[in-house]
């Protein structure tokens, strides 16, 4: 054999093997990918491992550890046969259906993207369309999703407090829907002229029906400059928006004087630093000829108790504001922190969507006797939530404990009744304004040192 000849069939054997090895090297690679999706292990997963020590730690209700696990698996299972194989959905989703199998309303667990809008809600700015959502329990007509219809051309939407205006919580499930609760002056949403009661029935063409609060977010809030279309119902009629998404700057606290006399403290988020505000307001207020206050805690979904705490020292100047305990620790009593900025007559609103920290104000306030309150039924979160790390972007949100009034009661699920109710169930936004004009002429009968409740029985209550 020639030299050349050789060389052309080492040439040749050189190929063979190299596309042998591509061939072995495509075979094994495409074995391991099989084996890593059917052999995926919930068990093995970091952020699995650290959920279920987190609700052996600190979950303050005693649990079935078997029970939970099952639902994971089976959650799991559930999803592979669906045809999922990515790691990361498998692993969100068993870790969502461990969380959720505790059955509490309030622990949940957030994907690294609902962390990340949690985060963004703490940061009080985002790329939205400027509304706050609860979840409400729908029949009839809301319940079904309604057939397309045309544009109209304006421009409102949403994101979530999570409060809700029925007289008892309300959880994801087969009868819920995303309703409006408050409207944030100045967005999109404001312009157009949506309407705090306007349930969504779909976003994007996605029904809405059963879905959590965060999910409905996630999907309403984008890029700046995008538009989401949003379908809600309002009172009966089915209305149709496109909306341009903006920056939205989410406000904590604004306050003004009223008449002259009335200082009105308008709290939407118990935010840190919101105590401070509070109390700078106050005295400003005072300073203008303020004769006493009007606290607004209508739709705020609470925030931080610390904060709830200095807010209640504005207007009390010792003894116990809340008290708390947590898995294997003592009781934690809260009180009063001193330097209480005025004891001018108070009236506090409230209504369904008060949850949280402001059912801690307002209870500690109707406990001391020290405010009057009107409005409708609080929400009833009695409990105190804690969000712990995964280490993968997400986190487990748990209840650690219950939370006490000074009375010694616990309001979850109950709710405080106001000292003066007033409602229309006809018409929501004309609610808001008969609550506010009661507010006053209860504050001026406090000032004339008048009884609060020394009002016609037919002035309090609206059908």
Known sequence: MSRSSVIILGIVIAV?????LVGIAFVVDKTVFKSSASGFSLQDQPSYKEALFDIKSYYFKPYDQAKIEAAASAAVAAAKKKGVTSTTELTNTGVTALVKALGDAHSEY??????????????????????????????????????????????????????????????????????????????????AGIKSGDIIMSVDGKDTLGESLDSVVLRIRGKQGTKVDIKVSRLGKQMDFVITREKIQV???????????????????????????????????????????ILDLRDDPGGLVDQAVQVASIFIPSGQI????????????????????TDKPLVVLVNGGSAS????????????????????????????????????????????????????????????????????KKDPAAEVTMQMDKAKQVLQNLIDGKPATGLLPEDLLAA
Not at 16 to 20: E, S, W, Y
Not at 123 to 132: A, L, N, P, Y
Not at 162 to 173: A, E, K, L
Not at 274 to 287: C, E, H, I, M, S
């Open 16 to 20: 063979l093997v190299i596309g042998a």
């Open 357 to 424: 920290a402001s059912e801690i104000v307002s209870g500690a306030l109707k406990d001391h006797g020290r405010a009057t309150l009107v409005g409708t039924k609080t929400y009833g979160k009695g409990s105190v939530q804690k969000v712990y790390n995964t280490g993968d972007g997400g986190a487990v949100k748990l209840t650690i404990s219950l939370y006490y009034l000074p009375n010694g009661e616990s309001i979850d699920g109950k709710g405080i009744v106001p000292d003066i109710v007033v409602q229309n």
């Open 251 to 293: 406000p904590d606290f604004e306050s003004e004087l009223v008449d002259g006399k009335y200082g009105v403290l308008r709290l939407f988020e118990f935010n840190q630093g919101v105590g401070q505000k509070v109390r700078a307001a106050v005295k400003d207020l005072q300073a203008k000829g303020a004769q006493g206050f």
């Open 322 to 341: 809340v008290s708390f305990q947590t898995k294997g620790q003592p009781t934690i009593n809260e009180v009063a922190q001193g330097g209480a900025e």
């Open 110 to 191: 957030l994907t690294p993207a609902e962390n990340s809008r949690m985060n963004q809600d703490l940061s009080g700015s985002f790329f939205g369309v400027g509304f706050t959502l609860r979840l409400e329990a729908v029949t009839g007509p809301n319940k079904g999703l309604p057939a397309p219809t045309q544009s109209n051309g304006t421009t409102p939407s949403t994101t979530p407090n999570g409060t809700t205006p029925s007289q008892t919580p309300v959880t994801p499930g087969p009868n819920s829907r995303p309703a409006v609760a408050s409207v944030i002056k100045g967005s999109p949403s404001d312009k």
